[in-house]
């Protein structure tokens, strides 16, 4: 298991790892620092989508409703490769002219949405797999449960970024790998395992260019918990 998005990101640069479950963002700086490292990728897909949105949240009691209000408030996020918990948030707000106060990077979505429910911090965010309503509940309740859900408001949605991706890395061969690929992303009973424990649909083939075209959002030194890079 490892520690951080950016633990990850660097075991499975130096193969200490066969396959693994990859964050849209560390499959985006892996592609980008070692390309080649990721043998085969396949994108999830969950209500027909390969793609998701980050929905900005903060409390449903809070004084925020526009975007603007949020100019040197403090966020909770995920981890500074988290896309939808981080990334995507973060530079939506940059390209809106809001400059954010002083994060705090809490390792997962469920925690970062606490720290908004028990008002230590003012605002997060969160995957959703689309902007109706009826998802964007779901992905709520599935971290905060069903009463938290309730007591969250979406501020704004952020462009969409590819989902995750399940990655067999080059420490296979590839022969292996390709004898893999139907057990795990077509059928039989590795296939509907992965699907449960992933929460998808099923999978596609990855578009790596739109990973690696995600590279220029991400911080350069994520271990340093600084603010992200700007796109320009």
């Not at 640069?13 to 499959?27: C, I, S, T």
């Not at 420490?171 to 690929?181: D, G, V």
Request: charged share 20%.
């Amino acid at each position: 298991m490892a520690e951080s998005y950016d633990d990850l990101g660097q075991a499975l640069a130096r193969g200490d790892a066969e396959m693994a479950w990859v964050p849209a963002a560390v499959l985006a700086k892996l592609e980008s620092t070692h390309p080649g490292a990721a043998r085969m990728a396949y994108t999830a897909l969950r209500n027909g989508s390969a793609s998701y949105r980050s929905a900005i949240v903060t409390h449903s009691h809070a004084r925020y409703e526009r975007l603007e209000d949020l100019a040197g408030v403090n966020p909770a996020w995920a981890d500074p490769l988290s896309l939808g918990g981080c990334v995507l948030a973060t530079d939506h707000l940059r390209r809106h002219h809001v400059e954010l106060g002083e994060p705090t990077y809490l390792g997962s979505h469920p925690a970062a949405l606490e720290a908004v429910l028990h008002r230590t911090a003012e605002f997060g965010a969160v995957s959703v797999t689309s902007m109706q309503r009826q998802h964007v509940q779901s992905a709520l309740t599935r971290n905060v449960g069903e009463a938290g859900a309730h007591r969250l408001k979406v501020l704004a949605f952020t462009d969409p970024a590819p989902n995750d991706a399940f990655v067999l890395t080059r420490a296979l061969t590839p022969s292996r790998t390709e004898e893999l690929r139907p057990h795990l992303f077509e059928t039989g009973p590795a296939h509907r395992a992965l699907c449960l424990a992933m929460e998808t649909d099923g999978f596609t083939r990855a578009d790596l260019d739109a990973y690696r075209r995600l590279a220029g959002l991400l911080p350069d030194d994520p271990g340093d918990r600084s603010t992200l890079r700007p796109t320009g």
